[in-house]
Structure formats: C-alpha cells, structure tokens
C-alpha cells in the first residue's frame, strides 16, 4: 500500500485533485469527514468539545455548530491547541480504521488539510501540496464560499504558509490556472504514484 498524504491551504483547490485522484483509481481517506464523524451527536468527540467549549457551540438539534467553534478557536491559538489535542487523536484512530481492509496494492490518498501544521508528513511516503497563491484563495473564498474578506484572511493565516507546505513536499500541484491543466498535473502525478506503488518494497 502506498500511502499519499495530501495537502494544501484553505481554497487551493485541494478537494478537486482528491475527487480526480479517486476517479483514477486511488483510495481516499478524507480527514476533514473523520473530523466531523468523530463529533457526531452521541460521540465521545462530541462530549470532549462541550466540556472544553460549552454548550454554546451546539446548534439547537444537538450537533455542532462548526462555524461558531470555528469563530472561537480560529481567534485563539490556545483554544485551537485544545480542540485539535481532542479531535486529532479521534481522528487518528478513525483514519487507521478506514484502511484496515484496504488491498495491498492500493494508493490511498490521505487528504490532510494541516499535515504542515500539525508535522504528519513523515506519516506519509509521498507527500503532495496543492499551491493556490493567496490572492486566489482570497478570491475563491469571499467570492464561492460566501466569506468576508476579514474572515479568509484569519483563515488562511491560522495555517502554514506556502513555503512551510512546499518544503515538506514530494510534488506542488500548481493550481492557479484552468481545471484542464490542473487535470493534466494529477494525471501526471497519478502515473508517478502507480509506478511507486508497482516497485518493490
């Protein structure tokens, strides 16, 4: 098994090249989604978080309220700290268990939005960056998701910088420029990874 850890900033386009990776054959296992499976009303998770943040992160059905966590701990490196020393370990085990039954053969993706952040590079034997330049991410961000500009600048800033990711990397995928030739580069980084995972161990 070939395990792939991607990465990328905020609105770099990073769910574009797992979606095309997945449609060449690759196994995903998304952290993002683990992240929300593991604080799931009724979970653990989900206690943890309520203890450290109160009930004023839960929406009035239960669940989380992640845009109001996340207007908490995006402020606050401190309370950032706390909710991923709660949530990362979850997501870890999780994560492990989502590969138990994977094939021997298989490339499994890992889409990892802080590998940088929280040094999990070593975790992987080939590391990908998706490379948006900030400008772009600011104009996907306020322009596609809806957000101020205030509030995607504090995002992007909470993580690595591009020269942080590029500098863990085995391959930067520039996306910068049109979905065909992005499709072109994961097209190309797909050829590499089969004949990494073909080679003898």
Do not use: C
């Amino acid at each position: 098994m070939l395990r792939v850890g991607l990465t990328g900033g905020i609105g770099s386009g990073k769910s574009e090249v797992s979606r095309r990776l997945v449609s060449l054959g690759a196994v995903l296992v998304d952290a993002d989604a683990v992240a929300r499976e593991v604080v799931e009303p009724g979970t653990p998770g989900l206690a943890a978080v309520v203890e450290e943040f109160g009930k004023e992160v839960l929406l009035p059905d239960g669940a989380l309220d992640r845009e109001k966590l996340g207007s908490i701990v995006f402020a606050d490196d401190t309370k950032r700290r706390r909710l991923n020393a709660i949530v990362h370990p979850l997501v870890g085990r999780r994560m492990q268990e989502l590969v138990e039954d994977v094939p021997p053969e298989a490339i499994v993706v890992y889409d990892v939005p802080l590998l940088t952040e929280n040094d999990l590079a070593g975790m992987y034997e080939f590391v990908v960056v998706v490379d948006t330049p900030v400008e772009e991410q600011l104009r996907r961000l306020t322009a596609l998701r809806g957000m101020t500009e205030q509030a995607a600048r504090a995002r992007i800033a909470a993580q690595a910088t591009r020269e942080e990711r590029r500098a863990v990397s085995d391959r930067v995928i520039d996306n910068s420029g049109t979905l065909e030739t992005l499709a072109a580069q994961v097209d190309e980084l797909w050829t590499e990874l089969t004949r990494r995972a073909a080679a003898p161990a």
